[in-house]
């Protein structure tokens, strides 16, 4: 098939639209979405095909050899800007008071392939502002009517809460009768409208999009590790978008990772290392003072090798951690403290795996990395790993004389661990976010970054090693789980090549870990790599 | 008026509806015929015959059936379309409501030349007396074994299932109507995949007319040589005209295709009425381009004729204007029909028509620019060709007509801002 005069191989079942995107030639749609069926309504994906009278839909005309198509000519370029014309008779060109604005499709095509003027002489007819879902606000006079969103929440989603009501110029979209948008995916229909009909409660009117930094990331709030975009204005988060990865989320996530954010920006974070003053009574909560970061180290660092020499230390690793900070804290017991006693946190987890029809998968491990810390820890200190039970069951027999308690868990009252076994411990040394009730009964607690702040990888639960990357910094005196752990390596005497910088970490971790063999940071860009085959049946991604 | 009628032979007969009228006449010998011939011999006899649908848009029936994939053995769909509500248009339902075994009749000819087991008739909501016939001509087919399992002694079962759409006009696009079948809004699907190949529940399906369905019986009866010389080459066959508007008896005339325009409206529907002159017919229901009376003059009422003057014989709904007809009005009142019936689903035609509506209102009240007959060419020629479904074309084809060629009575209403044609005429 020749595109603009560029030839393109046909494979069976191709499109039009799909030998256009092969080529890299954009052509623009509002129906048309790779993840959903064909709709073929929105007309504006119109091409030429020589020999045909009238211009194709690309997105559902058959690709053939012996095409030879257009995608600018005369006949595409007079439809096009037709189309245009009829998009924007009712809309009510609202983009100063529009969060879509600068991100909308209908602006953007309008100012591309549109006419400028309307000829439109008649009153435009106003449409309902709709409450649709917990978190959507449907400004129906602003939609296009290309059904993205009712084809996703049937396809996808499977959940139908929306649907098309009324007939002809009077069609709109409405929730069907008795449901609301509150899926758990529910928040992708507001990205995949094109135009700003579907609008974000959590969003609305916090910043023009164009003020926005986008850094690509990872979401930490189950183990699929959908690709994200965290979206920041000045050092706070504004909102956390899907990002495309075929291998992993498709183009989609759930709305617990995008409203998961808000732990980021709590005033109530850790900011600060802090010392317990005096003896907990039976119940209560012993007093802190704080510390200097540097203090609160070199106690943590004296402590644990005090009790390695009396061969009674452990640590309990967090499913929070990156991979390079499980490698640090696996190098510390191996190369420094001589001990191989360090068990992973315990599944957190919610209710059950919630699983949507096209595949989509909402894990019920809250966690984002249990399987990349596992995979670290039993490499270096040789499997099985010890439970958290057994080394708190340690701790309450009184065998146990320090732990550090690695919890960075971004629910304050998340972690369920066994308080009493933890006040029996002679040195407990957390690393936390919040002041949670594990917190509250260490020695020594040190404030942890979050992963919106950090540089490292996870592990998915298909072994998908993917990248984080540092978006915001982090509140006060907070510092990432690897720079603290790099700081009590080196006071313990450790191997300080390895301890620079993430990316270098890494690179010593993929020689130690076998699946990992011969992985870098560069290597893994912005998509990851797979590190081992996915569970069959399939994955998760949609 | 010496043409022997075919399709309303039972039309006014005591008792027309009754299986034993239709049995009394010979009724159901094709179905019998076709049952012990193959089904590509039934398939041949009704391509030589030169049957062309009768739904509107003239496609040659037996070609219809044979793009029904011969190989694959699974459940076909026989749709017969009783959704008959272009305006203009009233011939379905003489048929349904005075001879529904014809139908049935076709209907078991039709399934078996596609080899359907199962056929739905979709009748229109507000067909109510037709649809309790049906229903209840489909019971007795049941009752005599016409129906069901092994009919005629044959291999062959064939179900037939009566369904009320709820009156949209989309439901009578073919692909409307399947949607709406199976339970879903009436929107349109877009082709490829055509019917044929993945139809009703995705499998291979046709949807013919009912006027279509009615004359493959006599087809089956009395040769195809025999259809093939009625009406002219090419478009041949018995029709049923729908005269309606300004002449003095309108109503359903069955005559050859290629019938003259004037001798359908003078001889049969007794010319112009209160003695006033011919100004305008839409010939083929309301998504034809309109006629001038000149034009009229020579015209066969037939497919290819009908084409050639650029209009098209459609359902063959002859909508009559007098002189008396302010022709702003006429293209207020098509347009705003199909506005009020877009489905919605595509750009072109939910905001399109809507659009032109809201143009002609403006003119019909005296409120019109000069600039609109061109604005109005334009929308036109923007919907036109573009939507998913032949709605839209329907919908520009009357109006873009009517501007061109009465476009001095637009220039009327703007300049004076009123209409120089008694408004009586129309009301």
Redesign the interface.
């Given at each position: 098939m020749k595109i603009d005069g560029r030839d393109v191989a046909v494979d069976k079942g191709m499109t039009v639209m799909d030998g256009c995107r092969k080529l890299g030639i954009y052509v623009p749609h509002f129906c048309y979405h790779p993840a959903l069926s064909?709709?073929?309504?929105?007309?504006?994906c119109?091409v030429e095909v020589k020999g045909f009278?009238?211009?194709m839909?690309s997105c559902?005309t058959?690709a053939d050899a012996k095409y030879e198509v257009f995608t600018g000519s005369e006949m595409v370029v007079q439809?096009r800007k037709?189309?245009m014309?009829?998009?924007l008779?009712?809309h009510p060109l609202d983009c100063p008071v529009c969060d879509q604005a600068g991100e909308c499709d209908l602006q953007d095509f309008s100012f591309r392939y549109g006419r400028g003027f309307s000829?439109?002489d008649?009153g435009k007819e106003p449409r309902a502002k709709k409450d649709v879902g917990r978190d959507i606000l449907l400004y129906t006079q602003r939609c296009?009517?290309c059904t993205r969103c009712t084809r996703f929440l049937d396809e996808v989603s499977g959940t139908n809460e929306l649907t098309?009501a009324?007939?002809?110029?009077?069609?709109e979209i409405v929730n069907a009768p008795g449901k609301r948008a509150d899926n758990l995916m529910a928040g992708n229909i507001t990205d995949i409208c094109p135009v700003g009909a579907l609008e974000s409660k959590d969003f609305l009117f916090k910043s023009r999009v164009w003020y926005l930094h986008s850094t690509p990331s990872v979401c930490t709030h189950c183990p699929a590790g959908c690709n994200i975009k965290i979206q920041t204005k000045g050092n706070r988060i504004l909102r956390i978008k899907p990002r495309t990865n075929l291998d992993v989320n498709g183009y989609f996530m759930c709305d617990i990772g995008r409203f998961g954010y808000k732990f980021v920006n709590d005033s109530k974070r850790l900011t600060g290392a802090s010392r317990r003053v005096g003896a907990a009574s039976a119940n209560g909560v012993p007093a802190r003072s704080m510390i200097s970061i540097g203090d609160a180290i070199e106690t943590v660092a004296e402590s644990l090798a005090s009790a390695a020499a009396a061969g009674s230390v452990a640590a309990i690793a967090s499913p929070w951690m990156t991979n390079e900070e499980a490698y640090l804290l696996a190098r510390i017991f191996k190369d420094c403290l001589r001990s191989s006693r360090v068990a992973m946190l315990e599944k957190n987890d919610r209710a059950t795996d919630v699983r949507f029809k096209k595949g989509f998968t909402v894990y019920a491990d809250a966690a984002p990395n249990a399987r990349g810390v596992e995979d670290v820890l039993t490499a270096v200190l040789g499997g099985p790993l010890p439970t958290d039970a057994e080394v708190l069951a340690d701790a309450q027999s009184g065998r146990l004389k320090a732990l550090l308690f690695v919890n960075s868990n971004p629910d304050a009252a998340g972690t369920r661990v066994d308080v009493t076994a933890l006040r029996a411990i002679p040195f407990l040394a957390v690393v936390d976010l919040f002041a949670g009730p594990i917190a509250a009964l260490s020695h020594v607690l040190l404030p942890a970054a979050s992963a919106a702040e950090k540089i490292g990888t996870f592990t998915n639960v298909e072994g998908h090693v993917q990248r984080l990357a540092h978006a915001v910094e982090s509140p006060g005196q907070a510092h990432p789980e690897w720079k603290l752990l790099v700081e009590i390596y080196r006071r313990l005497g450790g191997n300080l090549a390895i301890c620079d910088r993430p990316a270098d970490t890494f690179a010593h971790l993929a020689t130690q870990v076998p699946s990992y063999s011969g992985l870098t940071h560069d290597a893994l860009g912005d998509g990851g790599r797979r590190v081992a085959a996915p569970p069959s049946p399939a994955p998760a991604g949609v | 008026m010496g043409f022997d009628r075919v399709l309303t032979r039972n039309v006014g007969k005591p008792d027309s509806r009754k299986i034993d009228t239709y049995l009394a006449g010979g009724g159901y010998s094709a179905a019998r015929k076709a049952v012990t011939s193959t089904p590509d011999e039934v398939v041949k006899i009704v391509s030589d015959s030169g049957l062309r649908g009768r739904g509107g848009a003239g496609f040659p029936t037996g070609k219809k059936w044979s793009f029904i994939p011969k190989n694959d053995t699974g459940q076909k769909f026989l749709c017969c379309n009783a959704d008959e509500s272009e305006p203009g248009t009233f011939k379905d339902r003489v048929l349904l409501e005075h001879d529904p075994h014809l139908l049935i009749d076709g209907m078991i000819v039709s399934a078996y030349a596609i080899q359907a087991t199962r056929a739905f008739i979709y009748i229109r909501g507000e067909m109510h007396a037709a649809a309790k016939i049906l229903e209840g001509a489909v019971a007795e087919a049941y009752a005599r074994g016409f129906l069901g399992k092994k009919i005629f002694g044959s291999a062959f079962d064939l179900d037939i299932t009566v369904y009320r759409g709820a009156g949209a006009y989309i439901c009578g696009e073919e692909t409307g109507l399947i949607e709406s079948l199976e339970g879903k809004r009436g929107w349109p699907r877009i082709k490829p995949p055509f019917p044929a190949i993945k139809g009703l529940f995705g499998r291979p399906t046709v949807v013919n007319n009912v006027e279509t369905l009615c004359c493959v019986p006599p087809i089956l009866e009395r040769g195809a040589s025999w259809f093939a010389s009625i009406g002219t080459p090419n478009n041949t066959g018995p029709k049923l005209y729908c005269v309606s508007g300004h002449v003095n008896r309108p109503g359903v005339y069955e005559l050859p295709l290629g019938t003259p325009m004037m001798e359908l409206l003078d001889q049969y529907a007794g010319g112009i009425w209160k003695g006033r002159t011919l100004k305008a017919v839409i010939p083929g229901g309301s998504s034809a381009a309109v006629l001038t009376a000149p034009e009229c003059q020579a015209l066969p009422l037939d497919f290819d004729s009908c084409g050639k003057a650029h209009t098209m014989l459609g359902s063959a709904g002859v909508i009559v204007m007098d002189d008396h007809t302010c022709m702003v009005d006429a293209a207020l009142n098509v347009m705003r029909f199909y506005a009020h019936e877009s489905c919605g689903q595509c750009t072109p035609c939910r905001e399109g028509t809507t659009w032109v509506a809201k143009i002609l209102n403006r003119d019909v009240h005296g409120q019109g620019l000069e600039t609109d007959p061109d604005l109005l060419l334009d929308v036109c020629r923007n919907i036109e060709g573009r939507a998913i479904c032949p709605l839209a074309d329907g919908a520009v084809a009357p109006v873009a007509s009517i501007i061109r060629k009465f476009r001095s009575e637009f220039d009327h209403h703007v300049k004076h801002k009123s209409c120089d044609l008694g408004k009586a005429a129309v009301a």
């Open positions: 064909i709709a073929g309504s929105c007309r504006l119109m009278p009238k211009p839909i559902n058959p439809a037709a189309m014309e009829f998009f008779l009712n000829r439109y008649e296009v009517l098309v009324n007939r002809g110029f009077h069609s | -």
